[in-house]
Nanobody
Framework: QVQLVESGGGLVQAGGSLRLSCAASGTIFSINAMGWYRQAPGKQRELVATITSGGLTNYADSVKGRFTISRHNVKNTVYLQMNSLKPEDTAVYYC???????????????WGQGTRVTVSS
């Protein structure tokens, strides 16, 4: 079984920074894409950023230039460095992994439990 465990959320003032981490546990052979989504109160879950195993990245327009996604393939870990945070970045941030292959299984999608980020004005 594969699990994603997030850490790094919290409360920060506008203009501040936070770094989220997400580690995949299990006997993992490979992971295609990893990334972050977020869901603000009363809104749908939306893409924040993704990164492939080859390092190709994709960002939501609202975070371009402020957030940076990175990945450590050997550790099966993805990071999200968030700078110049705004109150509208307040949300629960969910880690995501696509096409996770273990020795015995394949998981098309795996989601973490979420970590809350609150940005005060």
């Amino acid at each position: 079984q594969v699990q994603l465990v997030e850490s790094g959320g919290g409360l920060v003032q506008a203009g501040g920074s936070l770094r989220l981490s997400c580690a995949a546990s299990g006997t993992i052979f490979s992971i295609n894409a990893m990334g972050w989504y977020r869901q603000a109160p009363g809104k749908q879950r939306e893409l924040v950023a993704t990164i492939t195993s080859g390092g190709l990245t994709n960002y939501a327009d609202s975070v371009k230039g402020r957030f940076t996604i990175s990945r450590h393939n050997v550790k099966n870990t993805v990071y999200l460095q968030m700078n110049s945070l705004k109150p509208e970045d307040t949300a629960v941030y969910y880690c995501y992994a696509n096409d996770v292959r273990t020795v015995v299984s394949r998981y098309i999608e795996v989601w973490g439990q979420g970590t809350r980020v609150t940005v005060s004005s």
